[in-house]
C-alpha cells in the first residue's frame, strides 16, 4: 500500500491526527510506503518523521479571536492558481510514487493530485454539515461562517469517500462516515500521573493552555498571563502560539512540545481554543474544559456546540469575559469533572479510518 497524505499546516491539529491515521495505516501493515505533502505547521512537524514534500497552503492571520474574511481573501487570493503550479510541479513525483490512495484533509490539492493520479481521494476532517444544520436551528451565523460551509461541504462533494471524526456520539449517514475520536496516544498508553509529575517536575497539577499553531490564541494567552496574579494557587502551563514571555510567576509558555500529551495526562483542566484536536484529547484525558471558539469560524463553533453540555464555553472573546471566564473555570473545576468522568469514549477511530479506506480500495 502506499499512501499520499496531504495535510493542512494552519494548526498542529490536523498533523497530530493524520499522524496517528498513519501509524495505524503503518500498525495493520508495515510495509506501507507513506509520503506527506504539507505546509508551514504540517510540513515542520512531519518533515523529520517521514518522506515530506512542501506546497503551498491557506495563510490565516488573526489575533484577536476572530477570523477575518477581509484578511483571509488578500493573503490567499493567488491560492488557487498556487494549487493548480503545485499540481503541476508535483506530477512527476506523484507518478513515480503511484500511490494507491490519496488522504487529505480540506486541502483542495489532495483531490487535484487524486485526479492527476488518477486514484481515490479519501478526506478525514472534523466538520460536519449536518451539525451545522443543527446549530442553524438553535443559533444565528454570518454570511462568513455560512460561505466557510458551502466551502467545506464543497471540498467533500468532490471526494470519493469522507471520513468524520466525532467528538461524543457517532452520527450514521448515507453520505458521510463517521468515526470515533483519532487520538496519537491513549492516556494508558502514558505512565501513571505519580511518575509524569515527577518526570515533569511539577509540584501541583498545572491547568494547561493548548493554543495549536496559529495566531488567534495569541490574546487569550495573555489575557491568561494578566488574570493569572488573582488565581495565585493556579499554575498554567501555555502551549503553542507564538513566542511569549510570561509576566506571572505562576505561568509558563512553551510554542509545542512532543510530550505536551503527558502534561495533559497530570493536569486539572484545560483552555483551548476550539480546534477538535484538542478538544479530543481533552475529552479522551476526561479534562475538565473552558472553550474560547474563534468568532466567525464555523468549524470552531460546531465543535464548541457540540461539547457545550460537558464544558465551560466562553462565546464572548472580550478581554474582560476572557478574565471573568478563567476565574470561574478555575472555581467550576470539581463540578466539570465529575461530568466527565461520566463519559464513555472510545478512541479507536483511527482503526475505523484504516478499514474505511481498505475497504473502498476493494470497490
Not at 50 to 56: A, D, E, G, L, S
Amino acid at each position: 500500500m502506499r499512501i499520499l497524505f496531504v495535510v493542512t499546516g494552519v494548526g498542529l491539529g490536523d498533523a497530530t491526527r493524520e499522524h496517528a491515521n498513519i501509524e495505524a495505516f503503518l500498525k495493520k501493515d508495515p510495509s506501507t510506503e507513506i509520503i506527506v505533502a504539507g505546509y508551514d505547521n504540517s510540513y515542520e512537524y512531519f518533515k523529520a518523521k517521514f518522506p515530506t514534500v512542501k506546497i503551498r497552503g491557506y495563510k490565516l492571520s488573526g489575533k484577536r479571536l476572530k477570523f477575518n474574511l477581509l484578511s483571509f481573501i488578500i493573503r490567499n487570493f493567488f491560492l488557487p492558481f498556487k494549487w493548480l503550479w503545485e499540481t503541476i510541479k508535483l506530477r512527476l513525483l506523484v507518478r513515480r510514487f503511484n500511490p494507491d490512495v490519496v488522504i487529505s484533509d480540506f486541502e483542495p490539492t489532495g483531490i487535484l493530485m487524486a485526479r492527476l493520479a488518477k486514484k481515490k481521494c479519501v478526506v478525514v476532517f472534523g466538520y460536519d454539515p449536518f451539525a451545522f444544520d443543527e446549530f442553524t436551528r438553535k443559533h444565528q451565523v454570518s454570511q462568513i461562517m455560512a460561505w466557510e460551509h458551502r466551502y467545506l461541504k464543497g471540498v467533500y462533494d468532490r471526494a470519493d469517500l469522507v471520513i468524520i471524526q466525532t467528538l461524543l456520539n457517532r452520527r450514521h449517514s448515507m453520505i458521510y462516515n463517521y468515526v470515533n475520536p483519532i487520538i496519537r496516544t491513549k492516556p494508558s498508553d502514558l505512565h501513571n500521573e505519580k511518575v509524569l509529575m515527577k518526570k515533569l517536575g511539577l509540584k501541583k497539577q498545572p491547568i494547561i493552555v493548548m493554543l495549536g499553531g496559529s495566531e488567534f490564541g495569541i490574546r487569550l494567552a495573555k489575557e491568561i498571563d494578566n488574570v493569572a496574579s488573582k488565581l495565585p494557587n493556579e499554575n498554567f502551563i501555555i502551549f503553542g502560539a507564538s513566542k511569549m514571555v510570561p509576566r506571572s510567576p505562576n505561568v509558563t509558555h512553551y510554542p509545542f512540545k512532543d510530550n505536551v500529551l503527558e502534561y495533559l495526562k497530570v493536569s486539572k483542566g484545560v483552555i483551548s481554543l476550539a480546534g477538535q484536536k484538542s478538544l479530543t484529547e481533552s475529552i479522551v484525558f476526561k479534562k475538565p474544559m473552558l472553550i474560547f471558539p474563534i468568532e466567525d469560524h464555523i468549524e470552531q463553533a460546531l465543535n464548541a456546540y457540540t461539547v457545550e453540555s460537558i464544558a465551560k464555553v466562553c462565546w464572548d472573546s472580550s478581554n474582560k469575559q476572557i478574565r471573568k471566564a478563567v476565574i470561574e473555570f478555575s472555581n467550576s473545576i470539581p463540578e466539570l469533572n465529575r461530568k466527565m468522568e461520566n463519559l464513555n469514549v472510545n478512541a479507536n477511530g483511527a482503526e475505523q479510518v484504516v478499514k474505511l479506506v481498505y475497504g473502498i480500495l476493494q470497490h
